[in-house]
């Protein structure tokens, strides 16, 4: 099973000749992943022996030189384990962060192998970098954000990617919708303010403003309920706060509609009507659409118009929250420290303070994917910090560090991996020994825990049979064994007419909203000067995230800019302009396409300029007020 950070996590079969993959490819085990091989599955043999791979320990003799030398795990372990023994003994367990990501999304190698860490007492982040807004505000009208799995796609009318560019980010999904389509008459919208990909294949495309979502769901709403397209029925068994919802979608004019999303009325009422013709909808929220100033709110709006009409969780975000788990890959029970946690949006500021003495890092390139990347690098890169990574492969991040540590891949060590999206399992197998030196995370974490003299046995304990006590009852058809056997299991997922709320309904008026939320989503205004522009970013087929680089080339260096912007600023297709705000600047190569509309950008993401610029030092870090997450793509930015 893949474990890259991908909601698709797909089954594969490796081809291995004389201890060497020489292909990947889908299996046909997986009734969803089948069929469709991702050019990053077909690239895995080529970053599996790619000459970034880091195959060694290395530790860095001097930061002027940026020289490391190699080193012998002893000598590396017992470098890191010095400097951590050090830093608890002077600056207590706060002032060493654990920076992690989902690199690698198993439970074994994210999972059991922050145990050390626990066990430490270490900080930690919040994890909010990708989707923790989406969930938080999800949270507050349905409890659990779990919603519609991939294969009930088929079944339904009327498929909405709303800020979600499948086609690109979850290709099996995408494959779904148009298989919805082309058996079923199915038809497919696209909420984006660009014109990503996936709108090849829509019937609709709307396009508001970025971050204007949430007027565009009152206006929607307004719509239904003025026509009498409300299930009055279905409000009145499961739902809680309509009337309030009533009042506040009613002020929605749609002059003031218009005025602030950008998208006509007639828009709006082609959707409704779409809606309504076609019946039986399912709305699919992006992540994209979560990483904005207004995405908690946007994804609140969204996840309503379904109950309207009378589904319930007639919606998909991530089903990550629906699974029946137990046990504690991550220890945090077994021990009464309380570590400190912090916002993963905002800890380039922390970093370039000087609050933390030791940092490690796996799983993550936070040199390059956290917002206000010159922060991060900066703080990376203090005389008082010790950083250490643990990576696959050689990183902008593992470039600042004083110690890095090479991991294995996932097609060289054994784990389990939940797909945020299906619910099939097996057991990842490892299909080759690992290159070099390279060794996986528990593996690390163990060696450290003893150096540094940890004693809680926890730490020590045979991860396989805590996710044994993890996943006892999580599977429908088969227990554990069954899966360490080799059979393929379904996840159990919760019941989609279970509300997690407090009245345990739906609630158009959230009783969860906290001081400062308001209970009802609200549009957040994101000012826009004349001469500004908001960038927005989202990811290519080929790479995820900053990895496959190795395999195809650097993430193309481009931004879209509409006509009309281009004459106004007198620049050509193909010209190199320079991006800038207040944090850093980018310089790029102009599409000139009216696939964006006026005043927005587009540019793949986490890309990096010629002049090893990276496009999130032009993002802010400042953290959503609900669920911490980013601001990504409210990212507002001048041209030079
Ligand atoms: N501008 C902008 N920035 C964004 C976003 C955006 O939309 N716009 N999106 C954000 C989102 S959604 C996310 S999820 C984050 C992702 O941020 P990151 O998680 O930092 O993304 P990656 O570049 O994939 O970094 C993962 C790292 O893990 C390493 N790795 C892979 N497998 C293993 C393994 O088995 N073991 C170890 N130890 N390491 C491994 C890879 O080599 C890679 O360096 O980026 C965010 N950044
Ligand atoms: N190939 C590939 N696939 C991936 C990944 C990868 O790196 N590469 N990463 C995985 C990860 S970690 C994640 S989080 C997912 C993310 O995948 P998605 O959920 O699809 O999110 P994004 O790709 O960030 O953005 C999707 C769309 O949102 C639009 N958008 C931006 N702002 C707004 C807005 O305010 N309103 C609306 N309506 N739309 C908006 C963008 O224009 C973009 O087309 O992809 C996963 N799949
Ligand atoms: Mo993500």
Redesign the pocket.
């Known amino acids: 099973m893949c474990?890259?950070?991908c909601p698709d996590a797909c089954f594969l079969d490796v081809e291995v000749k004389d201890d060497v993959i020489v292909s990947v490819r889908a299996s046909s085990e997986n009734p969803v992943t089948a069929g469709i091989t991702c050019p990053r599955a077909l690239g895995d043999p080529q970053r599996v022996y790619s000459m970034d791979r880091v195959l060694n320990p290395y530790i860095r003799k001097t930061r002027e030189g940026q020289r490391f030398e190699l080193a012998t795990w002893d000598d590396a372990l017992g470098h890191v384990a010095k400097r951590l023994r050090e830093t608890l003994d002077r600056h207590g367990p706060e002032s060493v962060l654990l920076l992690d990501?989902?690199?690698?999304a198993?439970l074994l190698?994210s999972g059991f192998s922050r145990r050390l860490w626990t066990a430490l007492g270490a900080t930690r982040t919040d994890g909010a970098?990708?989707?923790a807004s989406g969930h938080a505000a999800l949270r507050l009208h349905y409890g659990l954000s779990y919603g519609v799995e991939p294969e009930a796609l088929l079944d339904r009318k009327i498929i909405v990617f709303w800020g979600f560019n499948a086609k690109h980010s979850s290709p099996h999904t995408w494959a779904l919708a148009l298989r919805a389509k082309m058996e079923n008459d199915a038809a497919i919208v696209v909420v984006d303010p660009r014109q990503s990909e996936s709108t090849s294949m829509a019937d609709l495309w709307l396009y508001p403003r970025p971050g204007t979502d949430v007027a565009l769901c009152y206006g929607l709403a307004r719509h239904l309920i003025t026509n009498g397209h409300v299930d009055a029925g279905f409000v009145e068994d499961h739902c809680v706060g309509y009337e309030e919802y009533v009042e506040e979608a009613m002020r929605w004019t749609p002059e003031r509609v218009e005025a602030v999303t950008g998208v006509s009325w007639e828009g709006v009422e082609a959707l409704g009507d779409a809606l309504v013709k076609y019946g039986d909808p399912v709305f699919m929220i992006g992540?994209?659409l979560n990483?904005s100033l207004s995405g908690a709110e946007s994804v609140r709006a969204v996840s309503l118009i379904p109950a309207l009409l009378g589904k319930h969780r007639g919606f998909y975000y991530t089903n990550s929250r629906g699974r029946c788990l137990a046990g504690d890959m991550e220890g945090d029970t077994l021990t009464d420290l309380a570590p400190r946690t912090v916002s993963q949006i905002s800890v380039g500021e922390r970093l370039a303070a000087g609050e933390f003495r030791f940092v490690y890092v796996?799983?993550?390139?936070?040199a390059?994917?956290?917002?206000d990347s010159n922060s991060i690098r900066e703080g990376l890169q203090r005389d008082d910090i010790f950083l250490a990574v643990?990576?696959?492969?050689l990183?902008e991040?593992c470039r600042l560090a004083d110690v890095v540590l090479p991991?294995?891949?996932?097609l060289e060590?054994d784990d389990v991996v939940l797909s945020d999206s299906h619910p099939y399992v097996r057991k990842a197998l490892k299909a080759v020994e690992p290159e070099g030196k390279s060794r996986?995370?528990v593996w690390v974490m163990r060696k450290l825990a003893r150096r540094v003299g940890v004693k809680d046995r926890w730490v020590y304990d045979d991860p396989w049979a805590e996710a044994g006590r993890t996943l006892a009852n999580a599977f429908i058809d088969g227990g554990f064994e069954d899966l360490i056997c080799g059979s393929t299991l379904r996840l159990r997922m919760r019941p989609a007419d279970e509300y997690q709320t407090p009245s345990g309904r739906i609630e158009f008026y959230s009783s969860a909203a906290e001081e400062g939320v308001s209970p009802l989503p609200r549009q957040v205004e994101l000012l826009q000067g004349s001469d500004e522009f908001i960038l927005v970013?989202?990811?290519l087929p080929r790479y995820?995230?900053?990895?496959f680089r190795d395999v195809y080339g650097e993430i193309p260096v481009q931004v879209w800019i509409n006509p009309a912007d281009a004459e106004r600023h007198d620049v050509q297709e193909g010209a190199e302009v320079t991006l800038f705000n207040d944090y850093g600047r980018l310089r790029l190569t102009t599409v000139v396409t009216d696939r964006v509309p006026r005043g927005v950008l587009w540019a793949p993401?986490?890309l990096i300029d010629g002049g090893g610029n990276a496009?999130?030092s032009l993002?802010r870090g400042v953290p959503q007020m609900i669920g911490g997450g980013?601001v990504?793509?409210s990212?507002k930015v001048k041209i030079l």
């Open positions: 474990a890259r950070d990501y989902y690199g690698n198993g190698s970098v990708c989707s992540i994209g990483k796996q799983n993550m390139n936070p390059l994917t956290l917002p643990h990576d696959t492969h990183t991040t991991a294995a891949t996932y060590k996986d995370e970013s989202s990811s995820t995230h900053t990895q993401r986490e496009q999130n993002t980013p990504f793509n990212t």
